[in-house]
């Protein structure tokens, strides 16, 4: 498993853009291509006109510049195993065949959001995250920024470690995708705490499902497969934390999601939350989105101010943990695990 054709054939690696480096190559173009997709979003945000800005704005000029450049680092390596004897199918990177799909689809996806635009014009505010064309760009984004973390989920020799950055960062970006797109439940993005009356109240606890079921199901899946340096559950948080304050320029709300990946990390080193320890797993699923929720509501309250009664925030805080907790259970649904599972 992850053999070039070159090798497979019985010869040597034809090209040095192989494993390790295509994904850390990959994972810097998509680094820039999802700040390109946050500035966008602020953009949006801020009330942008197609008539007078047209759709070549220098935020689509970054985001399509950086799919083009990952399409065409893909394409290159498929080459070069192709050249080397492998058939078509063989010649795509292991990892990388469903996010070929998803750059295929992505510049399907841009050419009907140009037509989108010409149409409708530009969206505004959370338009931006409910729109066809926008939705179409979110779910094959996420299919081919997530290639490198799939790639090195199936390298059995990659366990932890320097070589499991790429997979890192790439599941905090495909985790930002996901964040931006579910933005009206995202509360680092909008918050619903200003105001108690029953649609606040129905939204605000809505965010404290849906944000911590995201978060953690990235976060205990990579808990099951590798053994993380610390740092690297603050990295998987941090990246869509920081990109989830950019769009409504309000930075003070980074804070909770920071606090939640240096709580992961310091949970990852003192509990192992591992398959082979349960309890501690399920504790890990636990504790960390509570924390998040705990930190969440002080920073409001400290900040702006929080409405919500202690009714209200503290449920708000019971339904973080046991989100957390249920999604240990669809990850690693029994104690009885076995390496070769994965």
Known sequence: MGETAAQRLGGQNTSWLDGWRLDAIVTALSVVLVAGVAFDFRAHASGISFAEEGFVTPTHMVFYSMFLAIAGVIAARTLTERRAGASWIDAVPPGYAVGVIGVLLFGFAGVADYAWHATFGFESGMEGLTSPSHLLIAISAGLFLSSPARATWRRAEITGGVRALPAVVAGGLTLTIAVYFTGYLNPLMITYTDVQNDMTLSLGMGSMVVFPALV???????????????????????????????????????????????????????????????????????????????????????????????????????????????????????AKWRPDAA
Not at 228 to 254: D, H, K, M
């Open 216 to 334: 953690m199901g990235t976060l205990v899946m990579y808990a099951r497969r590798f053994s993380l340096p610390v740092g690297a559950y603050t990295v998987l948080v941090g990246v869509p934390a920081l990109a989830s304050v950019v769009p409504l320029e309000n930075p003070i709300l980074v804070i909770p999601g920071l606090i939640m990946g240096v709580t992961a990390d310091a949970l990852a080193a003192l509990a192992r939350p591992t398959p082979e320890r349960p309890l501690a797993f399920r504790a890990f699923g636990a504790i960390v989105p509570l924390v998040f929720a705990l930190s969440y509501v002080v920073t409001v309250e400290l900040t702006s101010g929080l409405a919500w009664s202690i009714h209200v925030w503290a449920g708000a805080v019971v339904f973080a943990a046991f989100t957390g907790l249920l999604v240990t259970y669809l990850v690693l649904p029994t």
